[in-house]
């Protein structure tokens, strides 16, 4: 069974099941295929024998991007699957992660190997995950790793009550944990407006659902603490 399942023309997802302290957690790497035919791989899950041929087969790995400094755990695995690939990690993931030499910090502005496909937002005033969010023009999808969440459908107790609590189970929105990390209201307001610039009509949530129907009205209503 293939691990990558596609989304629209160009973009592609996986997922993975893992624990963090004894919390279960699904999380999703999306690929892209930029317009020279390289792939440009977001927030990377590890890599078995399957998933990197399926990968492969869809071109070469051009970029690998840690989003932010949380998703990491994987980077170095898929570094080493990639060798050619430019890694691209969160302003201050590199102090944390001094075993990937390679490691280059994320540019807050839209690269010109990607720009024609990707745009990107650097979300300000919360430094502890110096997140970079992403849409993707083609198939006007936002791609978010942890600033907005969604924990929906049949999940184990421990996952339930942790998506109950943080205000994340019934409906896309920031979860109570991100919202106690601002530590610049101005400056996350500012990102928050410029991501709802975008028209978006998908978003891929890194945790853990993939939202279609009403996008861009249910990531406005998400972002509305910030726009307060």
């Known amino acids: 069974m293939r691990r990558l399942i596609a989304l629209a023309p160009e973009i592609w997802h996986a997922t993975h099941d893992f624990k963090v302290g004894g919390l279960p957690v699904l999380t999703r790497m999306t ?23 399926e990968i492969e087969s869809l071109g070469r790995v051009e970029a690998v991007v840690a989003p932010n400094k949380v998703h990491h755990l994987f980077l170095a695995e898929c570094a080493a699957a990639f060798p050619s690939a430019t890694v691209y990690g969160a302003p201050g993931l590199a102090e944390k992660r001094p075993d990937i030499p390679q490691l280059r910090v994320l540019p807050r ?21 110096n997140e970079t969010l992403w849409f993707h023009h083609p198939s006007a999808t936002l791609i978010v790793t942890d600033l907005v969440q969604l924990w929906a459908g049949d999940l184990a107790w421990p996952a339930r009550l942790y998506a109950s609590l943080t205000g994340v189970r019934k409906e896309l929105a920031i979860p109570r944990t991100v919202r106690a990390l601002v530590r610049d209201r101005d400056a996350a307001r500012k990102s928050a407006e410029r991501i ?28 509305a603490p910030f726009l307060r």
């Open 31 to 53: 690929v892209v295929r930029l317009g020279g035919g390289g792939l440009w791989l977001h927030s990377p899950i590890p890599l078995d024998k399957d998933l990197r041929s």
């Open 109 to 129: 502005t839209t690269q010109p190997g990607w720009k024609d496909q990707l745009d990107q937002v650097f979300f300000g005033g919360i430094p502890f995950a």
């Open 196 to 223: 709802l610039e975008w028209p978006i009509q998908r978003v891929i949530l890194a945790h853990n659902s993939i939202v279609e129907a009403d996008a861009y009205e249910r990531m406005s209503r998400a972002l």
